[in-house]
């Protein structure tokens, strides 16, 4: 593989204005169980029991009609689950958006459903909305804003957005936690945490899924998600990451207000277009929706592989067309921290599907990790196996990504091998399973691990000679 370093990027100081106390997560125990704890359980096993029930008599009663369309009783009841969540409330609605960018993890049913819990829910009223910005700021809206509207733009489970005017004019949006969600939802996920554990010792497929294991990952999202002023942060590095090449002009993140912003609000420039999933609009407003695509997988991937700052739920709603044919990324609630030796496990599988086919060095590097329980294992036949498991996920077809398949693949070599579960990883291919949808309908035959474009800045000299070599023009952003 070549030596070449991927390239330095200094992170930006970003803090330095605020103290370090700002930036501190509240890490409430999960392991604790009281009576709260115990009501919401019951409570959970009712609603949910009659949602399912709701939906198979339903169901049932369909099937006396002659000549209905009938889903099948795994879809209805993957239905009820998820009409479940939406009664269950916030912590509940992000748990079927965790299941949804997971496709390839749960039952295809279950995750189709789930898809539901990426819309708005119900908003909370614009009073509260405007108290908690008051309480955060320190002072009245009146003398921060020319206007706020109380009509909020969207509504999801931790917080909405409502638009306003700054008193300098510039137009904004304010993101509003919801008032006094933190305790429902360590509540939500104390009660979750027992009947997974209650689901994992009676049936084989919450096993399979790991159903503690989901909602201990969804517990450390959220302990991050709820202090604003850290999705703030996050936010102003990659927008700043985004310059570092001076070739990502097309992709936009929005400017950060750092004056008005705190621990329950973030204030940040307002942008104008629509959801990436408007697929009949973006292709009639876009002469080469593929290119969409492209781009924003090159950010992305420069995120993963060279800053080690990625998006971490790219869903429709945080993807965005512009109107001025620009694409936005947006809500960075959620975002990947991709370590030196991670990332260098990550570039050297795109460094051997795009260039030479050698997969021995991502072997060298998950050692490096620590991830082989054989420490005698040749790495040129892991190398091997490698190219026999990741090979064709690379170099195929993005819009034909089988992440079902893919995972069993990886699951497969890693027991076989003594591979520990690479959580980063983990959430770097959610986000893969997310750009195979817009794929299919956007980019169908694009080739993700062979892109060039999407690689030049992780590997300038290799894309440079292999452009040269065969005379092939790159997009110049």
Known sequence: MSTEPAPLVHEPRIRQHRPAADFLVDRPRLDTFGVREAIRVVTIGLVLGAMIARRLLGWLASTLRRGAERPTRREVVADGIVDGFERLGPMFVKLGQLIASASGAFPRELSDACLRCLDDVPPFPAAMARRIVEQDLGRPLSEVFLEFDSTPLSAASVA??????????????????????????????????????????????????????????????????????LEADNQSRIRANLDAFGDNTEVVVPEVYWEFCGPRTICMQRLRGVPLDRFDVVAAAHADPEMLIRRLVKVWLEGVIVHGLFHGDVHAGNLWLLDDGRLAMLDFGIVGT????????????????????????????????????????????????????????????????????????????????????????ILMCKQLGYFERYAIELAPGWQLGRDLFLLRNIFPDAVAARVTQHGISLPDN
């Not at 030796?341 to 990550?346: N, Q």
């Open 160 to 229: 909405q957005v409502h638009a306003c005017v700054l008193a300098d004019g510039r137009e904004a949006v304010v993101k509003v936690q919801r008032p006094r969600i933190a305790r429902r939802m360590f509540i939500d996920l104390r009660a979750a945490l027992v009947l997974a554990r209650l689901l994992e010792r009676r049936l084989e497929s919450a096993r399979v899924v790991n159903a503690v294991g989901v909602v201990r990952d969804l517990y450390e999202v959220t302990v991050t998600e709820l202090n604003f002023l």
């Open 338 to 425: 991709m370590a030196p030796p991670w990332r260098a496990m990550v570039r050297a599988m795109f460094y051997a599907s795009a260039f030479d086919g050698d997969f021995t060095p991502v072997a060298l590097s998950l050692r490096e990790l620590n991830l082989f329980a054989e420490q005698r294992a040749d790495d040129s036949a892991i190398g091997r196996q490698l190219a026999i498991v990741l090979g064709p996920i690379l170099s195929g077809e993005l819009a034909r990504l089988d992440l079902q398949v893919i995972t069993a693949a990886l699951l497969d070599f890693g027991q076989r091998r003594g591979v520990a579960g690479p959580e980063q990883l």
